[in-house]
């Protein structure tokens, strides 16, 4: 069985448009390609009973949970509470990132900045290469902050613990529509019950109508279906094969 993931996306900037959320496609790529299957993406207000509710149902749910967001020096920046709140912990100022947000600001440190040292009683630091946004541990859950770039130089710092067996897959760009092709697809499913099918439509391009990707961690098993579902398919139907 392939390891489970859930992402969880904390903003208000988020849920009333202000800012588009890019951390969750970036997720959902990157963790695909280690072998991990993402099973739900939640986006939530700065709230934090909600935070906490929702973050420790997918802590119970996956194998693990990626957090963006709130972990920033303002009122709204709450992600840190409410996570200690839902798994009853008590939120503490990390020692070591306190002294190295010291040293580097100087004279110009305050509380505000200081709240960004906040973790929960018990996480563990991970890319701590980084001056004031290591990733946050704490259980099966990893908090990482919103800014896109940071968030991504992180998750690359650390991605190789999630490494899982590797998906495989195949894509083939079909030149009929889904309504010549459904019941293909749905006898290959009969055959292939392990399959991972997709179909999507494409409305702009003139050389082929859908793109069907076949997906399996049974590299034999992908080969196989793909054979099966090449054979079905009426003459020229396949504009090309990825």
């Given at each position: 069985?392939?390891?489970?993931?859930?992402?969880?996306?904390?903003?208000?900037?988020?849920?009333?448009?202000?800012?588009?959320?890019?951390?969750?496609?970036?997720?959902?790529?990157?963790?695909?390609?280690?072998?991990?299957?993402?099973?739900?993406?939640?986006?939530?207000?700065?709230?934090?009973?909600?935070?906490?509710?929702?973050?420790?149902?997918?802590?119970?749910?996956?194998?693990?949970?990626?957090?963006?967001?709130?972990?920033?020096?303002?009122?709204?920046?709450?992600?840190?509470?409410?996570?200690?709140?839902?798994?009853?912990?008590?939120?503490?100022?990390?020692?070591?990132?306190?002294?190295?947000?010291?040293?580097?600001?100087?004279?110009?440190?305050?509380?505000?900045?200081?709240?960004?040292?906040?973790?929960?009683?018990?996480?563990?630091?991970?890319?701590?290469?980084?001056?004031?946004?290591?990733?946050?541990?704490?259980?099966?859950?990893?908090?990482?902050?919103?800014?896109?770039?940071?968030?991504?130089?992180?998750?690359?710092?650390?991605?190789?613990?999630?490494?899982?067996a590797p998906y495989f897959l195949k894509i083939v760009y079909v030149r009929q529509g889904e309504g010549v092709i459904a019941s293909l697809m749905?006898?290959?499913?009969?055959?292939?019950?392990?399959?991972?099918?997709?179909?999507?439509?494409?409305?702009?391009?003139?050389?082929?109508?859908?793109?069907?990707?076949?997906?399996?961690?049974?590299?034999?098993?992908?080969?196989?279906?793909?054979?099966?579902?090449?054979?079905?398919?009426?003459?020229?139907?396949?504009?090309?094969?990825?």
């Amino acid at each position: 069985m392939s390891k489970t993931a859930g992402i969880v996306i904390i903003g208000n900037e988020v849920l009333s448009g202000k800012t588009q959320d890019i951390n969750s496609h970036f997720f959902c790529a990157e963790l695909r390609q280690l072998g991990v299957d993402v099973q739900k993406i939640a986006t939530i207000p700065d709230e934090i009973e909600l935070i906490g509710q929702e973050v420790v149902a997918f802590s119970q749910r996956f194998d693990w949970v990626f957090t963006s967001g709130g972990v920033g020096p303002t009122h709204d920046d709450v992600t840190i509470d409410g996570i200690a709140h839902g798994f009853g912990l008590k939120v503490i100022r990390h020692p070591d990132i306190e002294r190295r947000m010291r040293q580097r600001l100087g004279a110009e440190v305050n509380e505000a900045r200081l709240r960004m040292a906040n973790v929960p009683e018990g996480a563990e630091l991970l890319a701590t290469e980084a001056l004031f946004a290591p990733v946050v541990k704490i259980h099966n859950v990893f908090i990482f902050p919103g800014i896109p770039k940071i968030l991504q130089e992180r998750f690359h710092a650390i991605k190789e613990r999630f490494r899982d067996a590797p998906y495989f897959l195949k894509i083939v760009y079909v030149r009929q529509g889904e309504g010549v092709i459904a019941s293909l697809m749905n006898d290959l499913l009969l055959k292939y019950p392990n399959l991972l099918l997709g179909s999507y439509p494409v409305l702009d391009i003139a050389d082929y109508k859908v793109k069907v990707t076949l997906e399996s961690k049974d590299s034999d098993y992908l080969d196989q279906a793909l054979q099966r579902f090449l054979s079905s398919l009426p003459d020229g139907a396949v504009h090309r094969i990825q």
